[in-house]
């Protein structure tokens, strides 16, 4: 096993009990920091596969901007940071049941795939991956569309923090 491999394995191992964490903690501003860390080792896979890019987007604008707004939006519309009342549903059990199932069927079907074991081909010298993005997100054929949508959205979301924050009694 490879330095890299281990490395992959321990960022991975993060990422995924960090994930966790987001989902089981009681505190919401714990889950908020909890999301953080989740986002940085995606980060970290993303450079560890040589998309130096995406994993420079994934800390500016995932954790950089999402996150802590996300933080904002939850610390100026709660009055009461403590938390009250029961934070587990009833019905708990119902989602891991669907979990595990869903985790079993894809087990199921990846396990006779032999695309795991595959690598992929090298980059051709040469290549722009930054620029062939660039063009993706801007061309009418491609993303240009759902790009767009995220943006709007986010402002909607951030109007309506700001909103929400001035209006709270």
């Known amino acids: 096993m490879t330095a890299e491999q281990i490395i992959f394995l321990l960022v991975a191992f993060f990422t995924l009990g960090s994930g966790f964490m987001v989902v089981t903690t009681r505190n919401l501003i714990h889950a908020a920091l909890w999301l953080i860390a989740t986002l940085f080792g995606v980060a970290v896979i993303f450079a560890l596969l040589d998309a130096g890019f ?20 939850v610390m100026l519309t709660r009055k009461d940071m403590r938390d009250q009342g029961p934070q587990m549903n009833r019905n708990w059990w119902f989602g891991a049941l669907i979990s595990v199932l869903t985790f079993g069927g894809l087990y199921f079907l990846l396990q006779g795939w032999n695309g795991l074991s595959k690598t992929a081909a090298d980059i051709p010298s040469g290549f722009d991956a930054v620029g062939e993005l660039g063009n993706a997100l801007v061309s009418p054929n491609a993303y240009v569309l759902p790009f767009e949508v995220a943006s709007v959205l986010l402002v909607a979301a951030l109007v309506g923090a700001v909103y929400v924050a001035f209006n709270w009694k």
């Not at 995406?54 to 939006?73: D, E, S, T, W």
């Open 54 to 73: 995406l994993a420079v987007v994934q800390v500016v604008v995932y954790i950089g901007a999402i996150a802590i707004l996300f933080i904002f939006a």
